[in-house]
């Protein structure tokens, strides 16, 4: 017989620490990929939404929406990392690392840093560090995410543990990679909002009011859109019989529509700089409304900055949940609402 | 406390005679909405679809379809004007200056040209003048909408009322401005039909024949697409507690669906040129069918053009209703199935 | 009165042996069309995903999907061959002739190869030979297809009969014309698997194992994007009262998905050279989740290629079916299952 075809993807016994893992189908982004995004979401900074107002304060012309292109390169790590994945459990030190326009070709490259078994014997948790690159060599986002990946065998022998250590939350020094220094000609009114840095306050919280119900065909539309072929999105015929009865959103939708809806009360937060944690609570399914609030973590200057600073931003959505008061926790644990916890750094002008 | 970072929108008591209104988020136009436009609607007007066609006319290339550069102003002035709107009741003087090309930024500017408060002393109708720009600062889209707007307080006092005269129909000396000379070289059989100005008859009915089904997804895709941000149109959670129970699809979406089920009769009217009044009789639902059928009101020259003549169109559509019979009027009512009353001129090849 | 503006679209006695129908609404496809349908279908095979990939193996840049070149040829030849339909029953000879790139604008020619009328008299088959050109003159798609028209008068005389010889399978020497010479420096990791041409064996049979639901917006925008007029695909109205109930699933949509599915296996077939044949077997509808397996029917040297090689390769695709078990046949008949059997050319690298 030849040899087989298809890749069953990875088990946990099949990763071992330093490995390199080359992934498959570079992406080349492009007006179109960029067009679906905004139909699929509605972001409105106008950095990205303008090439006129780009070029106004700096930028060659529109960069690709920064959660774009973690999806593009997330999405190419699926088949070799997380095929069989039980659950995402968490990102650490992320950070985008130079400005992506249209036409740019993206591909991924991941090393396993981290190795644990479970103590039941039938998951192990793989730790890796995964860069995107351009077609220049430039590694433009890198960051480190864990999932627990079911063994094959469970009679396999454990691994040597390794735990990484990632920071709390990325240095201030790391976030202005990205961004090109920002004119003084950016217009307040164009972008929305007269509020600048100076005008959030650490514990402030925000209420992003608007809500997004969340249809199959978007959602399959941009998890394909990212060539994400978990197979728990796509597949109701599997799923119907399976741990939710239907299909399961993918958790970089939910991402995608809180920062979209954090446009309304962080109106000039143009850029995502760097991602310090993220935490999917609770499953998102079609059918549900998604609401966002945010609490202001910190506020930031950056090293030889004048023009933006930094806010660190702890953004909660929600499901069916209205956040005029915030919701959160309901005792130790998270409210039965939440969705998504995320704290990552945005720059704004100054 | 920090001021407020979210917007509620303007009230009725907020708008003033003369206000003057830039409207935020500029947006790049580009290949990939044009796409998205073509998949969510189907257009088959040659001259969009095709460059190599647009060209041999006289076109440097395919210009964006006429109703996706109105929705993309349209969707800028959504914020400002209509956040706090309870209905969308007219428009009027509604002209396409010049022609817009993929890449081009639309920004839009609106100035309040007309106010009355309603006796119940709850809402009043803002009228305003709204202009789309390109880049270089030429207008491109120029015209007068009606709004019913909330009050914030009803003890707040009424303004001073007026009410702006506008023309019952836009003047043909105005509707060339957006089309250039078009060769003698279009070709009737590409683009799909021998029947040019002089084929049309005033008073001539023409039954569309196809029906379209309107889906959540498409409507949400296309009303993000344009960065509308009408709260009635996303959120399932607010609006199943709603007047109707469910989301209510952007009267756009109806325009645009009318439009491009005119192609099957209307096939060389390739350009709208004006809107002289538009109506939305009735809501619209995803799930519904839409038909239309178009009546010609009028047939024009141009002054100074004999490449190409106009047609004055009116345009009924309906939902769940095939149009064979022209259903427009049951007794002094519009027939209940009947949605959008569009009044427009087209530009069409002698 | 005036001429009737709408087309009813040929009845089978409108068609005459040696007929040549120039179809309308040519359409420049672009980078928009190309996100579109990877957002719809999640194809990743990296030539067409990735200028950079492409590129260096000697293609300008990414060509076009082919089966979005044919479906834009088959959506321009609706509404003149197939709007009376009843049934699309064939093709045959189908080869692809040269890369599409980006912003190319395709029409189509028919002509009337064939005709035959039913016993029944109500309805009549006819082939034709429809060829799609670019804007320079040149023909980048040719293939034979038939289907059963209706008789718009069931007392009209048949035509003379005359069923057009078809190839049973496309030459291998015709094989190559769209596939420019592959640089030695395919990259098998990027692309996603080391298995080339000598790696399948002639009977092997392949699982792809991943499967779609598919969702009715996606079908509408899909198939919308082609400008594919077919009734049947949007009208919920109608299609309620109708055979089925419902609106049925282009059959091109199955072909998209189970090329798509493919990927996962044949990962390195990156372009489809020809169609021997195919067949929808049965009406696939939203809802339905589409799997696929496939069979290697044979494999073939090109002359004076030394690059790349055929295989000749039949794809079954199945709803709410997995394919583990390759099904295709129940008794005589096919496994009701079964919705696709699709044979045809891929070429591989060496």
């Not at 090109?180 to 100076?198: E, F, M, Q, T, W």
């Not at 394909?224 to 741990?243: C, M, V």
């Not at 109106?267 to 499953?283: D, E």
Request: hydrophobic share 40%; charged share 25%; net charge neutral.
């Amino acid at each position: 017989m030849s040899a087989p075809k298809t890749s069953p993807g990875n088990f946990f016994e099949d990763f071992h620490l330093g490995q390199q893992i080359r992934h498959a189908t570079p992406r080349t982004v492009t007006v179109g990929d960029v067009a679906l995004y905004n139909g699929l979401f509605g972001p409105r900074f106008a950095v990205q939404s303008s090439d006129a107002f780009a070029k106004s304060i700096g930028y060659p012309r529109s960069p690709i929406d920064d959660l774009l292109v973690f999806h593009v390169v997330f999405g190419k790590t699926v088949p070799d990392v997380s095929l069989n994945a039980v659950a995402n459990l968490g990102y650490a030190d992320f950070r985008f690392l130079k400005p992506v326009y249209p036409d740019t070709t993206l591909n991924a490259v991941s090393e396993v840093i981290g190795l644990r078994e479970n103590s039941n014997k039938k998951t192990g948790i793989v730790y890796v560090r995964s860069r995107g690159f351009d077609e220049t060599g430039d590694a433009v986002i890198d960051y480190a995410r864990w999932v627990m990946v079911q063994k094959r065998d469970q009679a396999a022998p454990a691994p040597q543990e390794k735990v990484p250590e990632l920071p709390k939350s990325v240095d201030t020094a790391q976030l202005g990679s990205a961004c090109p220094k920002i004119a003084a000609a950016y217009d307040n009114v164009l972008a929305g909002s007269p509020h600048r840095l100076a005008d959030y306050k650490v514990g402030e919280k925000i209420d992003h009011v608007d809500g997004i119900t969340v249809e199959e065909a978007e959602h399959q539309i941009a998890t394909r859109l990212y060539q994400n072929t978990a197979r728990i999105h796509f597949n109701l015929f599997a799923e119907s019989k399976g741990r939710f009865g239907r299909r399961l959103i993918y958790g970089g939708h939910a991402i995608s529509l809180a920062r979209a809806l954090s446009f309304n009360g962080l109106t000039n937060a143009f850029h995502i700089a760097a991602i310090n944690g993220g935490r999917h609570v609770a499953p998102l399914f079609a059918g549900d409304t998604v609401f966002a609030w945010s609490e202001v973590l910190a506020s930031a200057d950056l090293p030889d900055r004048k023009d933006v600073g930094a806010l660190r931003v702890r953004t909660i959505a929600t499901k069916d949940r209205p956040c005029a008061d915030f919701p959160l926790k309901s005792g130790d644990d998270y409210d039965p609402a939440v969705i998504l916890d995320l704290d990552y750094w945005v720059l704004i002008p100054r």
